[in-house]
């Protein structure tokens, strides 16, 4: 953490603008959306309003049902705090976020699939007594983890007061009875009328867990007298019985006492059964607790309103009620934040009435389970912690019964919140805090428009029917309301505008390394970070300004170390960057910065090193690397590559011996093999989904790169499955399992050469781990002739690895030697001499490593040592060996005499840049075996330098050397070293002209075999 505090992760909208010489900017993070933090329930609000606006409803159903298993019922009844805290309600009003959540679960219902259950992967079972909104919730979260849950109420229909204490006209119980089955339809049993008395015994039956989500069942009297006269009547019981039509009618006047949701839901159910309704409420109409939209709608249905009036007497005579009431004024705010109504002395009036209906409010019924030994709070609620566990071990508590009276949202949130205390409890694993994606947007001057509005059915059928009275809003205009919504905050997991984002990623940081954050930038700004590095940032606020550094996540490419390859142009799935000419013949790769997302795939496919990307930069990525070697002393010695995007909550950070990435496909060869020569016992890439890609097309590169190691690892008897790529945890699982027994490489940090090129880099990697192999197979060579491949059994899946074929160099070899009759044994486990590791201040991998290969000739008993490369034979014939060695064109020569075919062609031959001498003289007399064959040596260079220091410079001394067997007259160039012909493909790939063709010398002599003729 800075000096500064932790100032990235805590930048929010109004406390701090980040400020460029391009403008203004708000900066906001992931989970900080004003409407998600107004939803008890966490719904990603956002997210889903913005998939109605793109028409792709079904899409915002599944968002909404991630964190609310009942879309369709607070589509109604949800006292929406959303649109309390919605962007727009400064500019002109909010989002009628209801209503577009009614909107698109009616879509879903009129397209309804059946549900899937879930498998049960956990032992325990759950036991959880009440099927009102909390615990319903809570066994859907459950259910989804893999726990058995069971559902115990004590009514006959599921759903408490979603069934039967919210009127049809507000909640068609189709709708309620359509979201339980669609919960019930996860593999949750409901057991209906099945009062648990004591929720001990649940427990000594073998449920691990009990979970009591009851509610608030039992209704709170005033206390006055005559409350207990014919004809008053608690509103509980009063919306239960006319649900059960116990009461069909309700003539005269009733009198509601109360002011939240079930005074107003009492009220207009009396009006409908024929009554003429007064409500008496204690304070102002601006206090009650009611949804402000009830209360209109009671307005307009013609329920007449009595403020400020405190029951104080209910009488009865002739068959009448009279409510005596003390008028009252506003005193001090009392627990709830609202003004206490004070009595005026002396100061009543009285109201007759057919019947009076109690609503004052409600409260748990815990009488029965006084033998559990739960401790009560002094509201007389069941006292919890912060994960929802009561004082008796296994008992936990949720909803109403925890909180007292509340709104179906609320309770949501609490069955969320006791579903993850119970996960903690069982299986120890703990949610995270989370801090969530920034994302930088520009200050707009804000643009007026009107709020829409819902149907309603005509007033004269609303004040006499039960059937619902809202209808809804059609789909026009659901979508014209859902694009009202200003996009605060940060992109949300709707990928609505994934591919045609006007926001690119980027890294911000406090120079000096202290903290870094990802955050999503307008594409102006991480363009001008792009093009202008060094460009001066500040996060001002009024109290200090900070010094930023910006690093944007768009593709550079450096022309002076671009060959033109073309390989990054392959790796693109967005078609963002091309190999470009000139006039003159020059070509380079260009990025094409409107259509780059910031993958990195052409960072992982560029085998120079040409293409930066800032702190997915190659040299912002190493040294990271480094530091997760060294800290994977503490996780066994395996280092990770992540995917930022495989964890819902995108960040940088990460542990001490992972390196995140923004895809996986920006993993490289030379990055997954340096971790290994580093020192590093095994690498996991950790990957997402198939269907989970943040990028297009899909996971299909990350995979693709770890195969190419593989087939590097095996080619060097290295176990291939020290590197892995791992999509879910049974596969890490498996991956640990099968590393444990393996040893960890030899640190070597601080000794590798650092070098741009990304092949350079690969190739040094495998040099290191030669010399450490997991399989040493012995060679018995049994007279025959010991045969080296030299670098081409590790070079050739190497360059393979980058797109770079060496054409079919092994294979020719092998039929010129079967050809020519001669018996030989493949020197497994023999590459290259080992040098470069004693020039890199490898002493002791050096010692060992070529201690071996003089032990594995000599020990062999081969007749003589042949070497398939000229630098190899030039350095293995100066070692002491039991044996001879030779070249395999010496060998060959002295086989192959009139096995050519008769070709009038025209070759010019290059010897190899690494200087062959008589490894390139029988090159030469090979050729001459060619009837007809006229040879020119020419003289030049390649431009291969090993690969490590590979330039646009070395692609200019190709089109030197090609321009000279073109004006030697040949049609093709051959080379002495297939190493020089690697190159010359590499760099003239894609764009050469030439009419020369260029091979190396075992493949053009293979293609000329037959005979004369």
């Given at each position: 953490?800075?000096?500064?505090?932790?100032?990235?992760?805590?930048?929010?909208?109004?406390?701090?603008?980040?400020?460029?010489?391009?403008?203004?900017?708000?900066?906001?993070?992931?989970?900080?959306?004003?409407?998600?933090?107004?939803?008890?329930?966490?719904?990603?609000?956002?997210?889903?309003?913005?998939?109605?606006?793109?028409?792709?409803?079904?899409?915002?159903?599944?968002?909404?049902?991630?964190?609310?298993?009942?879309?369709?019922?607070?589509?109604?009844?949800?006292?929406?705090?959303?649109?309390?805290?919605?962007?727009?309600?400064?500019?002109?009003?909010?989002?009628?976020?209801?209503?577009?959540?009614?909107?698109?679960?009616?879509?879903e219902l009129s397209r309804k699939k059946p549900g899937i259950a879930q498998p049960v992967i956990h032992k325990q079972k759950i036991a959880i007594v009440g099927s009102g909104p909390a615990g319903l919730t809570a066994a859907s979260d459950l259910a989804l983890t893999g726990f058995h849950v069971t559902v115990f109420d004590s009514a006959q229909t599921a759903g408490g007061l979603l069934s039967w204490g919210i009127p049809d006209f507000r909640l068609p119980k189709n709708i309620v009875r359509t979201e339980i089955r669609d919960i019930q339809s996860l593999g949750i049993e409901i057991k209906q009328g099945k009062r648990i008395e004591n929720p001990i015994e649940l427990l000594e039956k073998g449920y691990s867990v009990v979970i009591l989500a009851m509610g608030c069942q039992s209704s709170i009297l005033p206390g006055i007298p005559g409350e207990d006269f014919k004809n008053v009547i608690d509103c509980l019981d009063f919306?239960?019985?006319?649900?059960?039509?116990?009461?069909?009618?309700?003539?005269?006047?009733?009198?509601?006492?109360?002011?939240?949701?079930?005074?107003?839901?009492?009220?207009?159910?009396?009006?409908?059964?024929?009554?003429?309704?007064?409500?008496?409420?204690?304070?102002?109409?601006?206090?009650?607790?009611?949804?402000?939209?009830?209360?209109?709608?009671?307005?307009?249905?013609?329920?007449?309103?009595?403020?400020?009036?405190?029951?104080?007497?209910?009488?009865?005579?002739?068959?009448?009620?009279?409510?005596?009431?003390?008028?009252?004024?506003?005193?001090?705010?009392?627990?709830?934040?609202?003004?206490?109504?004070?009595?005026?002395?002396?100061?009543?009036?009285?109201?007759?009435?057919?019947?009076?209906?109690?609503?004052?409010?409600?409260?748990?019924?815990?009488?029965?389970?006084?033998?559990?030994?739960?401790?009560?709070?002094?509201?007389?609620?069941?006292?919890?912690?912060?994960?929802?566990?009561?004082?008796?071990?296994?008992?936990?508590a949720a909803g109403d019964i925890t909180t007292g009276p509340s709104t179906i949202v609320n309770a949501i949130g609490s069955g969320h919140c006791v579903a993850a205390g119970v996960i903690k409890s069982l299986l120890g694993e703990q949610s995270e805090k989370k801090h969530g994606e920034m994302v930088v947007v520009e200050a707009p001057e804000p643009e007026t428009s009107q709020r829409g509005g819902t149907c309603f059915i005509p007033m004269e059928k609303r004040q006499s029917t039960f059937g619902e009275v809202e209808m809804g809003i059609e789909e026009r205009a659901a979508i014209t309301e859902a694009s009202r919504c200003r996009r605060c905050g940060s992109c949300g997991v709707c990928s609505v505008c994934l591919a045609v984002c006007d926001y690119r990623n980027a890294v911000i940081s406090i120079p000096g390394g202290v903290e870094a954050e990802l955050a999503k930038v307008p594409f102006e700004l991480a363009k001008e970070a792009h093009e202008k590095p060094e460009g001066k940032w500040n996060l001002e606020s009024e109290e200090k300004k900070i010094p930023l550094k910006i690093e944007s996540l768009l593709?550079?490419?450096?022309?002076?170390?671009?060959?033109?390859?073309?390989?990054?142009?392959?790796?693109?799935?967005?078609?963002?960057?091309?190999?470009?000419?000139?006039?003159?013949?020059?070509?380079?790769?260009?990025?094409?910065?409107?259509?780059?997302?910031?993958?990195g795939a052409c960072l992982a496919a560029c085998p120079t090193g040409a293409i930066s990307m800032g702190f997915m930069g190659d040299a912002s990525i190493l040294p990271r690397v480094h530091d997760a070697v060294k800290n994977s002393i503490n996780n066994d010695h395996i280092i990770t590559f992540s995917c930022i995007w495989n964890d819902s909550d995108p960040s940088i950070e990460s542990e001490p011996w992972e390196v995140k990435l923004q895809c996986t496909r920006r993993t490289s060869p030379a990055l997954l093999l340096e971790a290994l020569a580093l020192g590093a016992k095994a690498v996991a890439v950790r990957g997402c989904a198939d269907d989970e890609c943040h990028y297009l097309p899909g996971t299909w590169m990350g995979p693709d790169v770890v195969k190419s190691c593989q087939s590097i690892l095996e080619a060097i008897d290295i176990e291939p499955g020290r590197i892995s790529y791992l999509d879910d945890d049974d596969t890490f699982g498996e991956f640990i399992k099968n590393v444990q027994v393996l040893e960890k490489f030899q640190s070597t940090a601080g000794k590798i050469p650092d070098i741009k090129s990304n092949l350079g880099r690969c190739l040094n990697a495998v040099q290191i781990l030669m010399a450490q192999p997991d399989r040493v197979v012995e060679i018995k060579s049994k007279g025959k002739i010991l045969l080296g491949y030299g670098c081409l059994a590790m070079s050739e899946p190497t360059f393979e690895a980058y797109g770079i074929h060496e054409s079919e160099v092994l294979n020719s070899i092998k039929i010129l030697l079967e050809k020519a009759e001669i018996d030989y044994e493949i020197a497994s486990g023999i590459h290259i001499s080992g040098t470069s590791l004693k020039e890199w201040g490898m002493d002791s991998l050096y010692e060992s490593y070529s201690k071996s290969v003089v032990k594995k000739v000599n020990e062999s008993n081969t007749n003589i040592f042949v070497l398939a490369t000229p630098k190899i034979f030039n350095t293995f014939e100066k070692m002491e060996l039991a044996c001879p060695v030779e070249s395999l064109p010496k060998i060959l020569k002295d086989k192959l005499s009139g096995e050519f075919m008769k070709t009038s062609d025209v070759i010019a031959?290059?010897?190899?840049?690494?200087?062959?001498?008589?490894?390139?003289?029988?090159?030469?007399?090979?050729?001459?075996?060619?009837?007809?064959?006229?040879?020119?040596?020419?003289?030049?260079?390649?431009?291969?330098?090993?690969?490590?220091?590979?330039?646009?410079?070395?692609?200019?001394?190709?089109?030197?050397?090609?321009?000279?067997a073109e004006e030697a007259g040949a049609s093709t160039l051959v080379t002495g070293s297939t190493r020089c012909a690697a190159h010359l493909h590499a760099v003239t790939g894609g764009w050469c002209t030439s009419p020369v063709k260029v091979v190396d010398i075992f493949t053009y002599l293979a293609s000329m075999l037959g005979g004369e003729e």
């Amino acid at each position: 953490m800075s000096k500064h505090g932790n100032v990235l992760r805590n930048m929010a909208k109004g406390e701090r603008m980040l400020v460029s010489p391009s403008g203004k900017y708000l900066i906001y993070t992931e989970g900080q959306t004003s409407c998600s933090l107004g939803c008890p329930a966490g719904v990603d609000i956002k997210a889903y309003v913005n998939l109605i606006a793109d028409r792709r409803y079904e899409e915002a159903v599944q968002i909404i049902r991630m964190a609310n298993p009942f879309p369709g019922i607070c589509g109604r009844v949800c006292t929406h705090p959303c649109e309390a805290e919605c962007g727009r309600k400064d500019i002109d009003q909010p989002v009628s976020i209801k209503s577009l959540k009614r909107f698109a679960s009616d879509y879903e219902l009129s397209r309804k699939k059946p549900g899937i259950a879930q498998p049960v992967i956990h032992k325990q079972k759950i036991a959880i007594v009440g099927s009102g909104p909390a615990g319903l919730t809570a066994a859907s979260d459950l259910a989804l983890t893999g726990f058995h849950v069971t559902v115990f109420d004590s009514a006959q229909t599921a759903g408490g007061l979603l069934s039967w204490g919210i009127p049809d006209f507000r909640l068609p119980k189709n709708i309620v009875r359509t979201e339980i089955r669609d919960i019930q339809s996860l593999g949750i049993e409901i057991k209906q009328g099945k009062r648990i008395e004591n929720p001990i015994e649940l427990l000594e039956k073998g449920y691990s867990v009990v979970i009591l989500a009851m509610g608030c069942q039992s209704s709170i009297l005033p206390g006055i007298p005559g409350e207990d006269f014919k004809n008053v009547i608690d509103c509980l019981d009063f919306l239960k019985n006319v649900l059960e039509g116990a009461v069909a009618k309700l003539p005269g006047k009733t009198i509601v006492i109360g002011g939240g949701n079930a005074a107003l839901d009492s009220a207009r159910t009396a009006l409908r059964l024929g009554s003429n309704v007064t409500i008496a409420y204690r304070r102002t109409k601006e206090q009650m607790p009611a949804d402000p939209e009830e209360i209109t709608h009671a307005e307009e249905e013609g329920i007449s309103f009595n403020f400020l009036a405190m029951p104080a007497e209910i009488s009865f005579d002739n068959g009448k009620l009279t409510v005596k009431f003390q008028r009252a004024k506003l005193g001090e705010p009392d627990a709830s934040g609202r003004s206490s109504p004070v009595p005026i002395p002396d100061d009543y009036f009285s109201l007759d009435a057919e019947q009076v209906i109690l609503a004052i409010g409600s409260k748990p019924e815990l009488a029965s389970f006084e033998k559990s030994g739960i401790k009560l709070t002094k509201r007389g609620t069941v006292e919890t912690n912060e994960d929802g566990m009561t004082s008796v071990k296994g008992l936990f508590a949720a909803g109403d019964i925890t909180t007292g009276p509340s709104t179906i949202v609320n309770a949501i949130g609490s069955g969320h919140c006791v579903a993850a205390g119970v996960i903690k409890s069982l299986l120890g694993e703990q949610s995270e805090k989370k801090h969530g994606e920034m994302v930088v947007v520009e200050a707009p001057e804000p643009e007026t428009s009107q709020r829409g509005g819902t149907c309603f059915i005509p007033m004269e059928k609303r004040q006499s029917t039960f059937g619902e009275v809202e209808m809804g809003i059609e789909e026009r205009a659901a979508i014209t309301e859902a694009s009202r919504c200003r996009r605060c905050g940060s992109c949300g997991v709707c990928s609505v505008c994934l591919a045609v984002c006007d926001y690119r990623n980027a890294v911000i940081s406090i120079p000096g390394g202290v903290e870094a954050e990802l955050a999503k930038v307008p594409f102006e700004l991480a363009k001008e970070a792009h093009e202008k590095p060094e460009g001066k940032w500040n996060l001002e606020s009024e109290e200090k300004k900070i010094p930023l550094k910006i690093e944007s996540l768009l593709a550079k490419v450096d022309k002076t170390l671009c060959i033109a390859c073309g390989k990054c142009e392959e790796s693109c799935s967005y078609k963002a960057i091309r190999t470009i000419f000139d006039i003159e013949g020059n070509s380079n790769a260009q990025v094409e910065l409107t259509a780059c997302r910031g993958c990195g795939a052409c960072l992982a496919a560029c085998p120079t090193g040409a293409i930066s990307m800032g702190f997915m930069g190659d040299a912002s990525i190493l040294p990271r690397v480094h530091d997760a070697v060294k800290n994977s002393i503490n996780n066994d010695h395996i280092i990770t590559f992540s995917c930022i995007w495989n964890d819902s909550d995108p960040s940088i950070e990460s542990e001490p011996w992972e390196v995140k990435l923004q895809c996986t496909r920006r993993t490289s060869p030379a990055l997954l093999l340096e971790a290994l020569a580093l020192g590093a016992k095994a690498v996991a890439v950790r990957g997402c989904a198939d269907d989970e890609c943040h990028y297009l097309p899909g996971t299909w590169m990350g995979p693709d790169v770890v195969k190419s190691c593989q087939s590097i690892l095996e080619a060097i008897d290295i176990e291939p499955g020290r590197i892995s790529y791992l999509d879910d945890d049974d596969t890490f699982g498996e991956f640990i399992k099968n590393v444990q027994v393996l040893e960890k490489f030899q640190s070597t940090a601080g000794k590798i050469p650092d070098i741009k090129s990304n092949l350079g880099r690969c190739l040094n990697a495998v040099q290191i781990l030669m010399a450490q192999p997991d399989r040493v197979v012995e060679i018995k060579s049994k007279g025959k002739i010991l045969l080296g491949y030299g670098c081409l059994a590790m070079s050739e899946p190497t360059f393979e690895a980058y797109g770079i074929h060496e054409s079919e160099v092994l294979n020719s070899i092998k039929i010129l030697l079967e050809k020519a009759e001669i018996d030989y044994e493949i020197a497994s486990g023999i590459h290259i001499s080992g040098t470069s590791l004693k020039e890199w201040g490898m002493d002791s991998l050096y010692e060992s490593y070529s201690k071996s290969v003089v032990k594995k000739v000599n020990e062999s008993n081969t007749n003589i040592f042949v070497l398939a490369t000229p630098k190899i034979f030039n350095t293995f014939e100066k070692m002491e060996l039991a044996c001879p060695v030779e070249s395999l064109p010496k060998i060959l020569k002295d086989k192959l005499s009139g096995e050519f075919m008769k070709t009038s062609d025209v070759i010019a031959y290059h010897p190899a840049c690494a200087g062959a001498g008589k490894f390139d003289d029988n090159c030469l007399k090979l050729l001459d075996l060619i009837p007809g064959l006229k040879v020119q040596k020419i003289h030049g260079n390649c431009g291969d330098t090993g690969w490590r220091d590979v330039s646009n410079e070395s692609k200019q001394e190709a089109k030197i050397l090609l321009k000279s067997a073109e004006e030697a007259g040949a049609s093709t160039l051959v080379t002495g070293s297939t190493r020089c012909a690697a190159h010359l493909h590499a760099v003239t790939g894609g764009w050469c002209t030439s009419p020369v063709k260029v091979v190396d010398i075992f493949t053009y002599l293979a293609s000329m075999l037959g005979g004369e003729e």
